[in-house]
């Protein structure tokens, strides 16, 4: 039987260093909200593949939609004939998305393409380069998205400079002593010592930050975003790449605020497990580039349009959006009764809008100091007793929960047993 060991070590022979992992483990099936290992064994999925699989593992609705399109054909190029999927899959998303006025989209495969085609669109609308991010955002690891994430460890480290006129404004949280004061300030600097805001051509912001600790972006920050762009012609981006497809609650997190973007990115479980991304703009904007300027050969492929079109009808057939805040509820009580107990690992700051909840674990309640080590420990217990977890933050030491919005109560409340377990102090 080959085991989980023997695949570690061809991996570690066989496969680049700078590819990390979470756990050991080797995959050998899934079914919605539970994971099966190379051995056998059993374990409760709260990753749901960074947030790939919010329709959960193999929906049937989805896999028949794949297996469907495989038997028509898998692939042709969207820029040497068109198929029907595509163009489907853009009117749904225009339709949806909460921008005003005509939308058009653009499809690609990967996170890291919807970002960094926002930002060629914003560039080609307004002929400038220039583009303001945020500290602790994540965008991707290619040459501009690792750029415009606001991490260095281990985004940037050892991979050479960074691509020019990208500036990082501090992201306001509580627990890194940030005010929305602070940030605005901070760009205000920008403009005066750095960069004309004639020369930028976009804001790129996470709703709710992912890999940065899942931290909600004020509603003052966003509106003052959207008066800043209204002001100097730049053309505000939302990445919804892990918020995207009601992991909030709502289909867009930026459902939540009272100001729209001009471009969203959209990727992960837009897809349903299939590699699909896109960003969904004004059409003016998105028109901006010239034919050819943007694509991919493998850019919107087939079956993944076929997936995303079924993950879309799942959605509304489940209800989904309000099973999201239902689990949000439910992860919220639970962790609000647990924090005050003196047997656990101390935690602090439970937040996040619907399903895309998180926590700090701290090496004492007062203090609230990070404790990075312990969070470590957290997710190794994890997965020994049963449960794939994930960890993030600028501080590494925030706990996020991303379990498909398919699971059942009964998944959900097994999830949480073990990560008691994993929490004992």
Same mark, same amino acid.
């Given at each position: 039987?080959?085991?989980?060991?023997?695949?570690?070590?061809?991996? =570690?022979?066989?496969?680049?260093?700078?590819?990390?992992?979470?756990?050991?483990?080797?995959?050998?099936? #899934?079914?919605?909200?539970?994971?099966?290992? /190379?051995?056998?064994?059993?374990?409760?999925?709260?990753?749901?593949?960074?947030?790939?699989?919010?329709? @959960?593992?193999?929906?049937?609705?989805?896999?028949?939609?794949?297996? !469907?399109?495989?038997?028509?054909?898998?692939?042709?190029?969207?820029?040497?004939?068109?198929?029907?999927?595509?163009?489907?899959?853009?009117?749904?998303?225009?339709?949806?998305?909460?921008?005003?006025?005509?939308?058009?989209?653009?499809?690609?495969?990967?996170?890291?393409?919807?970002?960094? &085609?926002?930002?060629?669109?914003?560039?080609?609308?307004?002929?400038?380069? $220039?583009?303001?991010?945020?500290?602790?955002?994540?965008? $991707?690891?290619?040459?501009?998205?690792?750029?415009?994430? $606001?991490?260095?460890?281990?985004?940037?480290?050892? *991979?050479?400079?960074?691509?020019?006129?990208?500036?990082?404004?501090?992201?306001?949280?509580?627990?890194?002593?940030?005010?929305?004061?602070?940030?605005? %300030?901070? *760009?205000?600097?920008?403009?005066?010592?750095?960069?004309?805001?004639?020369?930028?051509?976009?804001?790129?912001?996470?709703?709710?930050?992912?890999? @940065?600790?899942?931290?909600?972006?004020?509603?003052?920050?966003?509106?003052?975003?959207?008066?800043? +762009?209204?002001?100097?012609?730049?053309? *505000?981006? #939302?990445?919804? /790449?892990?918020?995207?497809?009601?992991?909030?609650?709502?289909?867009?997190?930026?459902?939540?605020?009272?100001?729209?973007?001009?471009?969203? +990115?959209?990727?992960?479980?837009?897809?349903? $497990?299939?590699?699909?991304? #896109?960003?969904?703009?004004?059409?003016?904007?998105?028109?901006?580039?010239?034919?050819?300027?943007?694509?991919?050969?493998?850019? @919107? &492929?087939?079956?993944? +349009?076929?997936?995303?079109? #079924?993950?879309?009808?799942?959605?509304?057939?489940?209800?989904?959006?309000?099973?999201?805040?239902?689990?949000? =509820?439910?992860?919220?009580?639970?962790?609000?009764?647990?924090?005050?107990?003196?047997?656990?690992?101390?935690?602090?700051?439970?937040?996040?809008?619907?399903?895309?909840?998180?926590?700090?674990?701290?090496?004492?309640?007062?203090?609230?100091?990070?404790?990075?080590?312990?969070? %470590?420990?957290?997710?190794?217990?994890?997965? !020994?007793?049963?449960?794939?977890?994930?960890?993030?933050?600028?501080?590494?030491?925030?706990?996020?929960?991303?379990?498909?919005?398919?699971?059942?109560?009964?998944?959900?409340?097994?999830?949480?047993?073990?990560?008691?377990?994993?929490?004992?102090?």
């Amino acid at each position: 039987m080959t085991t989980n060991a023997d695949l570690l070590s061809r991996r =570690q022979a066989a496969v680049v260093r700078g590819i990390g992992h979470t756990t050991p483990l080797s995959a050998s099936r #899934a079914l919605n909200a539970e994971l099966w290992d /190379v051995e056998g064994n059993r374990y409760v999925d709260f990753a749901g593949g960074i947030a790939v699989v919010n329709t @959960g593992h193999c929906h049937p609705k989805v896999m028949a939609a794949v297996q !469907e399109q495989m038997a028509r054909f898998t692939h042709t190029c969207f820029q040497v004939l068109m198929y029907e999927p595509y163009i489907k899959l853009a009117e749904r998303l225009n339709a949806m998305a909460p921008i005003s006025g005509p939308l058009k989209s653009a499809l690609f495969t990967t996170g890291a393409e919807a970002t960094e &085609n926002a930002v060629k669109i914003a560039r080609a609308a307004t002929g400038r380069s $220039g583009v303001i991010a945020f500290t602790g955002g994540f965008h $991707g690891r290619t040459a501009l998205a690792s750029a415009l994430t $606001g991490k260095v460890m281990p985004y940037k480290k050892g *991979l050479g400079p960074a691509l020019p006129e990208i500036w990082h404004v501090p992201f306001p949280t509580v627990q890194n002593g940030i005010k929305i004061e602070d940030s605005l %300030k901070y *760009l205000d600097l920008i403009f005066k010592a750095d960069a004309d805001p004639s020369r930028i051509a976009a804001t790129i912001i996470e709703p709710v930050q992912g890999e @940065g600790g899942f931290h909600p972006a004020p509603a003052e920050l966003m509106r003052a975003l959207r008066r800043v +762009c209204d002001e100097h012609g730049i053309v *505000l981006i #939302a990445d919804e /790449v892990q918020t995207g497809f009601g992991r909030t609650g709502k289909m867009f997190a930026m459902e939540h605020y009272d100001v729209s973007p001009d471009l969203i +990115c959209l990727a992960k479980s837009l897809g349903g $497990g299939f590699p699909l991304s #896109a960003v969904v703009g004004r059409a003016p904007i998105m028109d901006a580039a010239d034919p050819g300027g943007l694509g991919g050969t493998y850019a @919107g &492929n087939p079956l993944a +349009c076929a997936a995303a079109l #079924a993950v879309l009808d799942v959605f509304e057939e489940e209800k989904l959006l309000e099973r999201s805040q239902v689990i949000g =509820q439910r992860l919220h009580n639970w962790l609000e009764r647990i924090q005050g107990r003196n047997d656990l690992l101390p935690i602090a700051d439970i937040r996040g809008p619907g399903a895309m909840v998180a926590f700090d674990i701290v090496k004492d309640r007062s203090s609230r100091e990070p404790d990075p080590e312990a969070t %470590k420990r957290v997710v190794q217990r994890a997965y !020994e007793n049963g449960l794939i977890l994930l960890s993030c933050g600028t501080n590494a030491n925030t706990i996020r929960i991303l379990v498909p919005l398919t699971a059942d109560d009964a998944i959900l409340d097994d999830g949480l047993q073990i990560l008691e377990q994993a929490l004992a102090a």
